[in-house]
């Protein structure tokens, strides 16, 4: 699994011109899935995603998590983070189908709830419009083959 990780002061999610996910201050997560992926991956990747500190204390140090500060997550489904990038034409062929992803990309939500964290999220598969303001800007990629 892969997620691009990007603290925000806001984040939403819109289908068709309807807001369907939105957040205040947390993380934006765009999360794509392989199909070597595994449940087990999908908890260390939550574990990962929701206890990096990457939120300032008071003394203006990366040093706090996201539950500290409150925050929320918003989770959007990714597939072209597995593009392959040889030729100008990206092939997605690297991604899992729909038929693992989905079930993945809900137990990574799920782990997220468990941890007490306010979840938010597109609709897989849809054409979503994501807007964010990212804060810092801090942007972090997690692999779950390199975690």
């Known amino acids: 699994m892969k997620a691009v990780v990007t603290r925000v002061t806001e984040a939403s999610v ?3 011109g309807q807001v369907i ?3 205040g201050q947390g993380f934006l997560v765009l999360l794509g899935i392989g199909p070597e992926d595994t449940e087990a991956e999908a908890v260390r990747l939550a ?14 140090k ?3 998590n996201l539950d500290a500060v409150g925050g929320a997550l918003l989770v959007v489904s990714q597939f072209t983070l597995y593009a392959d990038l040889k030729s100008r034409r ?21 782990e997220c709830r468990a941890r007490g ?3 938010e999220h597109g609709e897989f ?11 810092g800007p801090v942007t972090l990629l997690f692999d779950t083959e390199t975690l």
Do not use: H
């Open 14 to 16: 819109t289908i068709e």
């Open 21 to 23: 996910g939105k957040i």
């Open 47 to 60: 574990d990962k995603v929701c206890g990096v500190r990457v939120f300032e204390d008071d003394g203006g």
């Open 62 to 64: 990366m040093n706090l």
């Open 90 to 110: 990206p092939g997605f062929s690297g991604a899992a189908k729909p038929a693992l992803a989905i079930p993945l990309y809900e137990r990574f939500m799920e």
């Open 117 to 119: 964290f306010q979840v």
């Open 125 to 135: 598969g849809a054409d979503m419009k994501v807007a964010s303001i990212n804060d």
